[in-house]
Nanobody, 122 residues
Framework: QVQLVESGGGLVQPGGSLRLSCAAS????????IGWFRQAPGKEREGVSC????????VYADSVKGRFTMSRDTAKNTVYLQMNSLKPEDTAVYYC???????????????WGQGTQVTVSS
């Protein structure tokens, strides 16, 4: 069955870095777009970035441009989110999701992981 498993979350100080991973299985990786989304307490789930698994084309939300970098390893069916210069407002549960088209619209994604907590605090 389809599985998306996130890892790499944790507690980091402002200005620090984390790298999230999303390991995918159960579907043809190169035929899907993979998105990273996040949800803070009391807020809507929002798109952070997304990538075409086939060619690596990537889109970022304005709030993370220049700080976050999304990449993929097609041999491992894994995508990564390198997060630098982290801010307290980046605190959220981060989810990866797979969908048939590249979009930041969460409703277009069919499969979701369980999420990983990222906390940015001193």
């Amino acid at each position: 069955q389809v599985q998306l498993v996130e890892s790499g979350g944790g507690l980091v100080q402002p200005g620090g870095s984390l790298r999230l991973s999303c390991a995918a299985s159960g579907f043809t990786f190169n035929r899907y777009a993979i998105g990273w989304f996040r949800q803070a307490p009391g807020k809507e789930r929002e798109g952070v970035s997304c990538i075409n698994s086939s060619d690596g084309y990537t889109v970022y939300a304005d709030s993370v441009k220049g700080r976050f970098t999304m990449s993929r390893d097609t041999a491992k069916n894994t995508v990564y989110l390198q997060m630098n210069s982290l801010k307290p407002e980046d605190t959220a549960v981060y989810y990866c999701a797979a969908g048939s088209r590249l979009t930041m619209n969460k409703y277009a994604y069919e499969y979701w992981g369980q999420g990983t907590q990222v906390t940015v605090s001193s």
